[in-house]
Each structure stands twice: as C-alpha cells, then as structure tokens.
C-alpha cells in the first residue's frame, strides 16, 4: 500500500485540468463543477485553502476511484473561508451531515488552517467516519504518523496508484489493520489483518 505522494497529486490534477483545458487553473476547474446543493456525498474533504492543486488531485484521485467528494469552496462557492462566522459554521454542519466520512487532507499546509481542526471534531462527534488523507512529500518515505490528535484516527492510502492495474483505497487503522474504503464509510470496522 502506498500513500499519495505531491508529485501523484498534481499529476491527477493535471490530468482533470487537461479534460477541460479552457479552466486551466485548479480553482476554475473546481468551481465549475456543478453539483446539486442538497447532494449525499461519500467525502467531506476538509483541506487548507492553500492546496488547491493538491485539492483537485486529491479530489480527482478518490473520484477516479468511484468515490463522491465535497469540497465547500467548490460546491458552495458563495463561502468566504477567511470569515470564521455562525452562517459558515452552520452551512458546513450541513453539508457534513450530507457526508458519509471526512478526509483530513493532510499537508505542510493544513497545520494553519483555521476550519480544520474544527471540521474534524465535529464530523468525528457527528458520526465519528474520520480518515486522514495524507499527502507526502516525494522524498518522504510511504509511512504515516500522525502528530498530535491526528494519531488517534486512521489514515488512507491507495494501491497501485504507481501505474499498476486495479486501484483501491484504503483505510488504516495501523500497519498490520486496514479495510477498503468502500466498507468503512458505510460504518463497517471488520478490519483485516495484514501478512
């Protein structure tokens, strides 16, 4: 099992900026995806704004996989992520309760996001289908530790996302523990034993 590393991240957004080359950039591409309001969604991806790039690869990856992901800025982009504020608050715990699981996108960046820690301890009280999503550096070796309270959740990682046939995502709950994603955000914990 592998996790993503930036380099996969940005080729999985070049190849979604590459099916709609008048967008060009990560944002307009996002942004122009419609998708009905009140739609149920497989992942609440919760990210640093700073990420876009790796946003829309990370999103692109999970979706190539089957799975539906939400992003707020790109599914309602009337939010101003820089205004912490009662409607924000109350529109994201809306569109959380529309989502199977949350996505902690962790990068360099998500340690200064603001809406993070926040979503993560409300999905993890809402229904508790919690994942980190880890994006690793390309000279970084393939494991995962999380640091403080990001420990205490399992962590996603892809097979054959280095151009073997057949991808698959993964949850995590430690080295030798993990079932298919696919399982997990339906609620299942019938972990596999790895080896």
Same mark, same amino acid.
């Given at each position: 099992?592998?996790?993503?590393?930036?380099?996969?991240?940005?080729?999985?957004?070049?190849?979604?900026?590459?099916?709609?080359?008048?967008?060009?950039?990560?944002?307009? =591409?996002?942004?122009?995806?419609?998708? %009905?309001?009140?739609?149920?969604?497989?992942?609440?991806?919760?990210?640093?704004?700073?990420?876009?790039?790796?946003?829309?690869?990370?999103?692109?990856?999970?979706?190539?996989?089957?799975?539906?992901?939400?992003?707020?800025? =790109?599914?309602?982009?009337?939010?101003?992520?820089?205004?912490?504020?009662?409607?924000?608050?109350?529109?994201?715990?809306?569109?959380?309760?529309?989502?199977?699981?949350?996505?902690?996108?962790?990068?360099?960046?998500?340690?200064?996001?603001?809406?993070?820690?926040?979503?993560?301890?409300?999905?993890?009280?809402?229904?508790?289908?919690?994942?980190?999503? %880890?994006?690793?550096?390309?000279?970084?070796?393939?494991?995962?530790?999380?640091?403080?309270?990001?420990?205490?959740? %399992?962590?996603?990682?892809?097979?054959?996302?280095?151009?073997?046939?057949?991808?698959?995502?993964?949850?995590?709950?430690?080295?030798?523990?993990?079932?298919?994603?696919?399982?997990?955000?339906?609620?299942?914990?019938?972990?596999?034993?790895?080896?």
């Amino acid at each position: 099992m592998a996790l993503i590393r930036e380099s996969e991240a940005y080729a999985a957004a070049q190849r979604a900026k590459a099916r709609q080359p008048q967008l060009r950039t990560a944002e307009r =591409i996002l942004k122009a995806q419609p998708d %009905p309001q009140k739609r149920h969604y497989d992942i609440f991806l919760s990210h640093s704004i700073r990420d876009a790039d790796l946003v829309l690869g990370a999103k692109t990856i999970l979706e190539e996989l089957g799975h539906s992901v939400y992003v707020d800025w =790109i599914d309602d982009p009337q939010l101003d992520r820089g205004k912490v504020n009662r409607e924000t608050a109350a529109l994201l715990r809306a569109r959380m309760t529309c989502c199977a699981s949350l996505m902690y996108l962790h990068t360099r960046n998500s340690p200064s996001s603001k809406w993070m820690p926040w979503e993560l301890g409300y999905f993890d009280g809402h229904n508790g289908n919690v994942a980190i999503l %880890p994006i690793i550096g390309n000279a970084d070796s393939d494991t995962f530790q999380g640091q403080e309270y990001l420990g205490l959740y %399992p962590y996603v990682d892809i097979t054959g996302i280095r151009g073997a046939t057949g991808q698959a995502a993964w949850v995590n709950k430690s080295v030798s523990q993990y079932i298919a994603l696919r399982s997990w955000k339906t609620g299942d914990r019938d972990w596999r034993l790895a080896g």
